[in-house]
């Protein structure tokens, strides 16, 4: 009996072990696959829908007669005209200039931001999504990889910014359509 349990107990063991041999490291990752999160297509719809004026009014980001201004195709500004101003965005990484970081995949320019050791960025998950934050004083900039090609952009001006940011971007994500 105890050779049984035994080697139930090594089988068990080595499925575990196995499992695990495959899964990338962290700050190692480079597509959206590899969080077990479903490719989101924040693009297609507009930044002003995907965060709504009432969450905005929520936040303190907007008075409550405020709304959302859409500054282009890609970009919503909120502010709440004293002390509070956010640019939600959402970029395709075929848009982005030639070069070596347009080359990367988002979740890999992400991935590669938050642990490039910088001290005002670090890393944060959203949602189970890869993203980074930069903070500086009084402001914070967000940026999340919802697919390999979609990056969300959050840059906030308040008090408690980047929490702030988390916020919005969990509700944009929350808001945006899988990628088809």
């Known amino acids: 009996m105890r050779g049984r349990a035994w080697a139930a107990t090594t089988a068990a063991v080595a499925v575990l072990v196995g499992g695990c041999a495959g899964e990338v490291e ?5 597509s959206i696959d590899q969080f077990e999160v ?3 297509d924040p693009g297609a719809e507009h930044p002003c829908d995907l965060f709504p004026d009432a969450t905005a009014i929520e936040l303190g980001i907007l ?3 405020g709304s959302g201004s859409a500054q282009s195709d890609a970009n919503c500004f909120f502010t709440n005209r004293v002390d509070a101003s956010v640019d939600v965005r959402v970029d395709l990484r075929e848009d982005l200039p030639d070069g070596e970081e347009a080359e990367k995949s988002a979740v890999a320019a992400t991935v590669s931001a938050a642990f ?3 001290d005002d960025q670090e890393f944060a998950s959203v ?4 993203g980074v934050t930069t903070a500086f004083p009084d402001s914070c900039n967000l940026t999340v990889a919802t697919s390999d090609e979609h990056e969300l952009s959050v840059q906030v001006s308040a008090d408690d910014a980047c929490e702030t940011a988390l916020e919005i971007a969990r509700t944009v994500i ?5 990628l088809s």
């Open 63 to 65: 008075h409550e007669d």
């Open 26 to 30: 962290l700050a190692d990752r480079d």
């Open 116 to 118: 490039a050791g910088t």
């Open 38 to 40: 479903p490719a989101l």
């Open 174 to 178: 929350a808001n945006s359509p899988e």
């Open 127 to 130: 949602e189970g999504y890869p």
